[in-house]
């Protein structure tokens, strides 16, 4: 017998589609990564056309942009097992936030 806090789908398993949380965390992983992903290719756009950027400097922007990620993905995994997912989460997307937003 079900719960009548967890919907169940037509195959007999809970849906996640109707649990509220899920909804909540999904639409926040979808507009952070949306917001990486504009912002990736963004970035070399407006080096080429507000900073008359050549092809390599755009390969070097582009490169170093990719290298933090791989240079410190290990560590960081070792550290966030340790700690709070929720927090983490919060507060690696409001660091991004700051270190994206340009100085007025």
Not at 32 to 57: D, H, N, R, T
Not at 74 to 87: C, E
């Amino acid at each position: 017998m079900s719960s009548p806090c967890a919907p169940v789908s037509p195959a007999g398993r809970p849906s996640l589609r109707q649990h509220q949380d899920f909804r909540r965390y999904l639409t926040g992983q979808a507009a952070s990564v949306a917001g990486s992903s504009i912002s990736s290719m963004a970035i070399p756009v407006l080096a080429v056309l507000e900073l008359k950027a050549i092809p390599a400097q755009v390969a070097w922007v582009t490169f170093l942009g990719q290298l933090p990620p791989a240079l410190l993905a290990l560590h960081a995994g070792a550290l966030a097992d340790r700690h709070s997912k929720r927090k983490q989460m919060i507060t690696g997307d409001l660091a991004i936030l700051a270190l994206r937003t340009p100085p007025r």
